[in-house]
């Protein structure tokens, strides 16, 4: 089992959010235990050179094999935050985005690989379902910005 941990400089990522039938995709975040802490959208580090959209797109075809459109505006959120007791910070573009229409995305659960080799398993999630399961919602301040938002916005693809 590899363990995470935050990386020990400030780190620029984005994140997407496909939404379904009101759900969003999200990978779960599991304490070193195991149980399951909460969620965080996919996506992942921008490199040097590289726009917050063109780290979005590599990172879903390195995650999922798929081509996604970003489909609104990003919303930037800085997250310090403490996992496993070691700090993280992150400057984070989150944005709306479209899936293609594929049966293996429609799975309960789905699983991806990182390029560290870490198995993450992800599933379509609703702000109730995380409330009723006791679930954090990652990166701090996304879930109320789920609520209120006039940029992220819940669809129905």
Do not use: C
């Not at 996992?83 to 293996?104: C, M, S």
């Amino acid at each position: 089992m590899t363990i995470w941990r935050p990386h020990s400089s400030i780190r620029a990522k984005a994140i997407g959010l496909p939404w379904r039938d009101g759900r969003f995709l999200a990978a779960r975040v599991t304490e070193d235990s195991g149980r399951i802490k909460g969620v965080r959208p996919l996506g992942g580090t921008i490199e040097f050179g590289e726009t917050w959209q063109q780290a979005l797109i590599r990172e879903f075809k390195e995650e999922l094999a798929v081509e996604i459109s970003i489909s609104g505006p990003p919303q930037v959120f800085e997250n310090i935050y403490h996992h496993e007791g070691q700090p993280g910070h992150e400057i984070i573009f989150a944005a709306n985005v479209t899936l293609p229409k594929l049966p293996r995305l429609d799975m309960e659960d789905i699983s991806f690989k990182e390029g560290n080799g870490m198995i993450w398993t992800a599933g379509w999630y609703t702000l109730e379902d995380l409330e009723a399961g006791g679930l954090e919602l990652y990166p701090t301040g996304l879930k109320e910005e789920l609520r209120n938002s006039t940029v992220l916005k819940r669809d129905t693809n």
